[in-house]
Each structure stands twice: as structure tokens, then as C-alpha cells.
């Protein structure tokens, strides 16, 4: 299908660890989006990334866009407790969005 | 601005009993969309628009109507509610096309007995 795979499904860190949640796509990506959804809430748009190999940053986020286009990674350097949620990436279509399956944060204090 | 504006919040319905889950956003964007969250799954394309007037499938359409009459607004229909229609349901809109970045209501939480 158009979904993206993402790993891990869940994550458990302790508050300071550092996180990663990779998303993996058989084809070329043209631009790949993410997206936080805090517990009951919802998605929020974090950033997009459109060049091959481009490197963003968010304070203690960092995305990674791969050489290839065919992946991406978000890391989150020292969790905190405000970071639990999901996060989601999505590749974009002609005019749609396909969402992975998402990564569950579980911070623990 | 009140954003992408979901109603209701919550509700139960029987099997076989029709509903309308409202959206409307105060943005003014042309693109708006419905999606389905289930566990495990993601969030999976229901059905979009990309203006007035203009409406299209997406990857599970089945079981549900939309229409889009106004800018603003973009209401789902559930024509006859099935159990495996349990799921939180959402709207978004970007201001002109479906690969924009997203903003998103507050949801929907559905069940369907």
C-alpha cells in the first residue's frame, strides 16, 4: 500500500534518555511530514522535510531526511516528561497525506 | 480563530442508526479531509475536498457519505452505523492542498454497539 512503516510501535524511555522513531518507505518519498498527538488529543504538525539528507531542528528534536528520500528518523535528545505522546510520520501523495502506524512515547520520571 | 471545530465530542450509537459528524474551520482553507484513528492502524483517509462543491475518496470510503456545500464546512455521514465504525474520528484542513501541512480538530469519539 501508500502507508509508510514506522518502528518502534512502543518506546519506553526514562526522562533523560534519548529517543528515536524511524520511518521506512519502499519508494522514493517526494516530502515526508511529522506529527505529535499527545494523549486524547490531536495531531499536531511538527515539521516537513523535503530535500534529500536535509537535517532539521527543534530544540531537542532533530529530523533526519534520508540520501535516498526513502526514509526518515525524528530524535528526541534528553526526554521529558512534556515529549510522551505519538508521533507519526506521513509521506505526502499527489494531494493526500498517508500516515504511519505511529510511535508511542511512554516517558517514565 | 477557533481553528478546525469537531462536533460532537462523544457518542454511542446502535447498529443500523444514521449520524452526521459536523466539521467546520474559520481558516479559510480550500483543502479539508476526514480521517479514522484505530489502534495499531494509524490514521487512515476517509474522504476529502478540495474546494466547494468538490469531493473525492480516500482509502476506506466505504460506509460513508460527505459533501461540502460551503468553504467552511465539511460533514460526515454514517448512513447505517456498524460495530466495525468504532473509531476516533478526525478532521483537518490546510489552506489549499491535501499535502500541506495538516491542521486538525479535537476529534470525535465514536462507538458504534
Known amino acids: 500500500g501508500q502507508q509508510v512503516m514506522q518502528i518502534p510501535q512502543y518506546q519506553h524511555v526514562q526522562e533523560g534518555e534519548d529517543f528515536t522513531t524511524y520511518c521506512n518507505s519502499s519508494t522514493t518519498l517526494s516530502n515526508i511530514q511529522w506529527y505529535k498527538q499527545r494523549p486524547g488529543g490531536h495531531p499536531v504538525f511538527l515539521i516537513q522535510l523535503v530535500k534529500s539528507g536535509e537535517v532539521k531542528k527543534q530544540k531537542r528534536l532533530t529530523f533526519q531526511f534520508g540520501e535516498a528520500k526513502k526514509n526518515s528518523s525524528l530524535h528526541i535528545t534528553a526526554t521529558q516528561t512534556t515529549d510522551v505522546g505519538t508521533y507519526f510520520c506521513?509521506?505526502?501523495?499527489?494531494?493526500?497525506?498517508?500516515f504511519g502506524t505511529g510511535t508511542r512515547l511512554t516517558v517514565i520520571p | 480563530n477557533a481553528g478546525v471545530t469537531q462536533t460532537p465530542k462523544f457518542q454511542v450509537l446502535k447498529t443500523g442508526q444514521s449520524m452526521t459528524l459536523q466539521c467546520a474551520q474559520d481558516m479559510n482553507h480550500e483543502y479539508m479531509s476526514w480521517y479514522r484513528q484505530d489502534p495499531g492502524m494509524g490514521l487512515r483517509l476517509i474522504h476529502y475536498s478540495v474546494g466547494a462543491g468538490i469531493t473525492d475518496q480516500g482509502e476506506v470510503p466505504n460506509g460513508y457519505n460527505v459533501s461540502r456545500s460551503t468553504t467552511e464546512d465539511f460533514p460526515l455521514r454514517l448512513l447505517s452505523a456498524a460495530p466495525s465504525q468504532t473509531s476516533v474520528y478526525f478532521c483537518?484542513?490546510?489552506?489549499?492542498?491535501?499535502?500541506?501541512?495538516?491542521?486538525f480538530g479535537d476529534g470525535t469519539r465514536l462507538s458504534i454497539l
Open positions: 483537518a484542513s490546510s489552506y489549499s492542498q491535501g499535502n500541506q501541512p495538516q491542521h
Open positions: 506521513a509521506r505526502t501523495g499527489a494531494n493526500n497525506l498517508f
